[in-house]
């Protein structure tokens, strides 16, 4: 797995819904190669996504907060 600084515990909110807070799960490679993060709500632990770690680290889209 290609390094990344994106850790399970890290947290972030999307800059277009900051009401809801990210944490990542796990870390894991996809089958296209690439490194991505499993994201679950905070407030909804049921509530998921993945995002490639890419895109969490460009911060573009996301913006980390404090840990828990």
């Known amino acids: 797995m290609a390094a990344t600084q994106i850790q399970v515990?890290?947290?972030y909110i999307a800059?277009?819904?900051r009401s809801v807070?990210?944490?990542v799960a796990r870390v894991f490679?996809?089958?296209d190669g690439v490194d991505y993060a499993e994201l679950r709500s905070i407030r909804d632990r049921t509530r998921t996504k993945s995002i490639s770690c890419a895109a969490l680290e460009r911060r573009?889209?996301?913006?980390r907060v404090s840990d828990g």
């Open 9 to 11: 515990g890290h947290r």
């Open 15 to 17: 800059r277009d819904a």
């Open 21 to 23: 807070v990210w944490e």
């Open 29 to 31: 490679m996809g089958r």
């Open 60 to 63: 573009a889209d996301y913006e």
